[in-house]
């Protein structure tokens, strides 16, 4: 979860920079993450080889700017 808590800091940093300068560059930048978590007995029939481990964690970052009002 290292990355994650990494990720967090790196968004909360760059939203600052973006939020101080938003009227110029009407730029925008933006992230999430989430995990998933299944139960083993469930993944079990639907998987024939190999293991099964149950969660899984994404995440996502993305960002744009204005071109056109």
Do not use: E, H, N
């Amino acid at each position: 979860m290292k990355i994650g808590k990494a990720l967090i800091a790196l968004a909360m940093a760059c939203g600052a920079a973006l939020a101080a300068s938003q009227a110029a560059a009407q730029a925008y930048l933006g992230g999430s993450i989430g995990q998933s978590d299944i139960d083993d007995q469930l993944a079990t029939g639907l998987i024939t080889g190999g293991s099964v481990d149950g969660t899984d964690t994404a995440f996502k970052i993305f960002g744009g700017s204005r071109i056109a009002r």
